[in-house]
């Protein structure tokens, strides 16, 4: 059993090598790329050997059982943790999505519910943003629209961790399962009469692209600046800071008004179309990628829900796999661990039923 892994073993000691070697922190993105490939080999390879040492302290135990029994009590302790080991390394082993190292490009866009829909849109960007505060990760507002009662109509952020993550633990690979439509019902602070109102809001995860990973040529894009609009601000309708830029073969169109400078948005609306992009790509290259991409938010209609955020009731639903939990104060202010560990297990179920059929 799991004899495959002892070509993760050989590739442990010659990453521990590479990691060793003062040359490869001369290159920052390359060495980045190697320690979230280590986490990942040493996770196995840790979880490996102590399944190796429970199932041989546990034969051990057994044979000493024949003179003290009390040996046979520690051998079945060791036998249970074992199959836990062997569970673990298991799930340790299943294929996994190439971007769930990655960073993440996140956007929020306003949908159906005028104002409160902008208002919901606001709060769950700073759900992610509080989630991400909890982590550890880093976040960074790219482009941002409000409307005019402080909402936002669309907001784009880059979450980002800090340093290599455990296998698992990335943006990415626990952020993708908010891709889709939210839908929330409350009574909007635009209603008088008290009547509970449902809007929703669209939320689309990518994976953050590196500059290597996606080359775009200058000739392939048109750049067009305009004054940023907008609530307020020194650079808001004074300067032509603003930037759109449309990518020519693929028609995608991006636009960043967020920071003062031309050639700070310039550069942020580039970063939005790697990644963009890498989407692209990674589509054409993998069929089920695209149908996890395809069943991200398309129409922000209030049908076509993944979760509802019910306010009256304190309850948070994820329809996708059943979750119910009537802690919605806590959710909405970043405790998501419990939403997400919902999704990942029945994704790990799913894959792990596929490996048993294959």
């Known amino acids: 059993m799991f004899e495959a892994v002892e070509s993760w073993v050989a590739e442990h000691a010659e990453l521990e090598r590479e990691l060793a070697d003062p040359a490869l922190h001369s290159d ?30 546990a034969a051990a135990a057994r044979e000493l059982a024949a003179e003290d029994p009390s040996f046979g009590v520690e051998a079945e302790s060791l036998d249970a943790t074992r199959a836990e080991l062997e569970e673990r390394l298991r799930r340790l082993l299943l294929p996994r999505d190439p971007s769930d190292d990655r960073d993440v490009i996140l956007e929020v866009n306003a949908g159906a519910g005028g104002e409160e829909s902008a208002l919901f849109a606001a709060d769950l960007a700073r759900m992610y943003t509080r989630y991400a505060e909890r982590r550890g990760w880093r976040t960074e507002v790219l482009d941002v629209t409000e409307s005019d009662l402080g909402g936002y109509r669309s907001i784009t952020m880059a979450v980002q961790a800090k340093g290599a993550s455990e296998p698992g633990e990335a943006p990415y690979a626990l952020l993708k399962y908010e891709g889709g439509v939210h839908r929330v019902q409350r009574v909007p602070v635009t209603e008088s009469q008290g009547r509970i109102h449902t809007s929703a809001a669209g939320v689309l995860v990518l994976p953050e692209a590196e500059p290597i990973d996606v080359e775009i040529n200058d000739s392939d894009l048109r750049i067009d600046v305009f004054r940023s609009s907008g609530p307020g601000g020194q650079s808001v309708n004074t300067t032509d800071s603003a930037v759109r830029i449309t990518h020519l073969p693929t028609g995608i169109v991006v636009s960043c008004q967020n920071e003062k400078s031309q050639l700070q948005n310039r550069e942020q609306a580039l970063r939005i179309l790697r990644s963009r992009l ?37 309850r948070i639903s994820d329809h996708r796999v059943g979750y119910k939990a009537y802690n919605l104060d806590a959710v909405i202010d970043g405790a998501l661990d419990d939403v997400i560990a919902s999704c990942v297990s029945a994704d790990e179920a799913e894959r792990m039923a596929d490996t048993g059929r294959s």
Do not use: H, M
């Open 278 to 314: 890498l989407a692209i790509a990674q589509e054409a290259a993998d069929a089920e990628a695209a149908e996890r991409r395809r069943s991200q938010v398309r129409t922000v209609d209030r049908s076509e829900r993944i979760r509802t955020y019910n306010f009256p009731e304190n």
């Open 28 to 57: 920052p993105q390359r060495a980045k790329r190697v320690g979230q490939r280590y986490a990942r080999v040493r996770s196995v390879v840790e979880t490996y050997r102590a399944w190796r040492r429970a199932g041989d302290d």
